[in-house]
């Protein structure tokens, strides 16, 4: 299968702009990614910033013609929680490429901070995120049981000490068939407070 090429390929972005673009994406063509678009993001990915420049986060590209591997993963953790092992395993098949995220603290630096390791793995997600809506591909990052199940760790090999996953991003070209609804108006008044000099 030759890699797909979007006949309409994003406009330069303005951050601003590109954080507007950057949407969850629930639908997508059955398409792959080609893999130089993945590792673009993936190096932007790993810009994000960190304490004591540890590198927390680790990324685990599942393409199509793995992704049966994940499928059981998540089948094994359903059947092992009692839920809905059928619907479990479509989770797999929602997009070409998933990306296991993990994060791994770093353990033999006392100054290091474990929820400090969590958020520069948020961050780097974030940029990961971002740097696909720039190349006009789509993402969602999925998270809970399933995803951070201890059979999708073990599917990864994560075994470090304190390591554990923090979602999976499922990527792909957004179908057009499913039009992603208008953004929710930010009331910046309701989340942001300015502290002035009296």
Wanted: proline content about 10%.
């Amino acid at each position: 299968m030759t890699d797909y090429v979007n006949p309409n390929p994003p406009a330069p972005a303005s951050f601003g702009e590109l954080a507007q673009r950057r949407r969850s994406v629930y639908s997508y063509l059955d398409e792959p990614v080609p893999r130089d678009v993945i590792e673009r993001a993936l190096a932007s990915a790993v810009l994000a910033p960190n304490h004591h420049r540890t590198a927390p986060w680790r990324f685990f590209v599942i393409t199509c013609e793995s992704r049966h591997r994940l499928q059981s993963a998540y089948q094994g953790a359903a059947r092992r929680m009692e839920r809905d092992v059928m619907r479990a395993a479509q989770r797999a098949n929602d997009a070409p490429i998933n990306v296991v995220v993990a994060c791994v603290p770093t353990q033999d630096n006392p100054r290091v901070i474990l929820r400090e390791e969590e958020f520069a793995t948020a961050a780097a997600v974030q940029n990961f995120l971002l740097a696909l809506a720039d190349a006009g591909v789509g993402s969602l990052l999925t998270t809970g049981a399933l995803a951070e199940s201890p059979e999708v760790a073990a599917l990864v090999g994560l075994n470090d000490p304190g390591a554990r996953v923090v979602g999976v991003i499922n990527v792909g070209y957004p179908n057009p068939q499913r039009p992603i609804p208008p953004r929710p108006h930010t009331q910046l008044d309701r989340v942001v407070r300015w502290i002035n000099e009296d």
